[in-house]
C-alpha cells in the first residue's frame, strides 16, 4: 500500500514535510499488513489512535475533541475497508489542528 498516496487521497494539500514525517514515525508498524491499517469498527482500536496517537503523540487532552476528531475521520474514510493507518493518524491530527506536532 502507498500511504503517502493514500493521505493525500484524503487530503489533497497535504503537507509533504508532515507526511514524510508521518510515515518516517509509523515506520515500523506500516512494516506489517495488519498495523498498518486501522480498524475502525474494533472499540480497542480506536482506543489506542485516541490514546497513543492524539493524548501522548499530539498532546490533545481534550477527551471530547479527540473523540469528535476521530468521529469525523472514520466518517470521511468510510467505505474504505482497508484504512492505512498513515492517512487517519494524519486526518486526525489536521481534524485536532496538531499537524505541528505530527
Do not use: C
Amino acid at each position: 500500500m502507498d500511504h503517502a498516496a493514500e493521505v493525500k487521497k484524503y487530503a489533497p494539500n497535504a503537507d509533504q514535510a508532515k507526511v514524510d514525517s508521518l510515515l518516517k514515525y509509523l515506520s515500523i508498524a506500516l512494516r506489517n499488513p495488519d498495523s498498518a491499517l486501522v480498524a475502525s469498527s474494533d472499540p480497542d482500536e480506536l482506543k489506542t489512535v485516541h490514546n497513543n496517537w492524539a493524548k501522548k503523540k499530539l498532546g490533545v487532552t481534550d477527551d471530547a475533541a479527540i473523540d469528535a476528531a476521530i468521529k469525523t475521520v472514520v466518517e470521511k474514510m468510510k467505505g474504505n475497508n482497508h484504512k492505512s493507518r498513515a492517512a487517519f493518524y494524519y486526518l486526525v491530527a489536521e481534524a485536532l489542528g496538531k499537524l505541528d506536532a505530527v
